[in-house]
């Protein structure tokens, strides 16, 4: 455990290089993940237009982010899932449930789904963010 009031960032290396952000700041029994794209290390998006193939990439990511915080996949208590095309995520469902569970549990936390115009990178297409808190 970390002293009050101190947070501290982790940025993997398994994880895009952190540039003007950070993958995960934890904050005591907390962690925020930032939002994660179905990106490899190097950055580039994987199957451009594939928003199953995202997705995995994307919640691997987290996984990632939280496991280098000290957290597991279990502790997340919130997700939040940012998709450019809300009919591509609906008919994707069972593709997107089965990459879920590879990394978390069947018992879904908290959740939102926003559609958005766009994300950062014009290939992306699924961003997902996460809370964690230590389980004590």
């Known amino acids: 455990m970390q ?16 540039r003007g952000y950070s993958h995960a700041t934890v904050a005591g029994d907390t962690v925020w993940i930032g939002g994660q794209i179905g990106s490899d290390a190097t950055g580039k998006v994987v199957e451009p237009g594939d928003i199953v193939a995202q997705y995995g990439r994307a919640i691997h ?19 939040t899932y940012y998709v450019t095309d809300m009919k591509a995520y609906r008919g994707n469902r069972p593709g997107l449930g089965a990459a879920y569970r590879e990394f978390f549990r069947s018992d879904y936390p908290a959740s939102t789904l926003v559609e958005v115009r766009s994300l950062v990178d ?7 963010d996460a809370v964690a808190v230590r389980q004590r």
């Open 3 to 18: 002293p009050a009031g101190r947070s501290r960032n982790v940025n993997p290396d398994e994880l895009p290089p952190a």
């Open 61 to 79: 990511n987290v996984a990632i982010a939280l496991r280098a915080a000290g957290f597991t996949p279990d502790d997340t208590v919130k997700l």
């Open 122 to 128: 014009p290939d992306a297409l699924i961003e997902i």
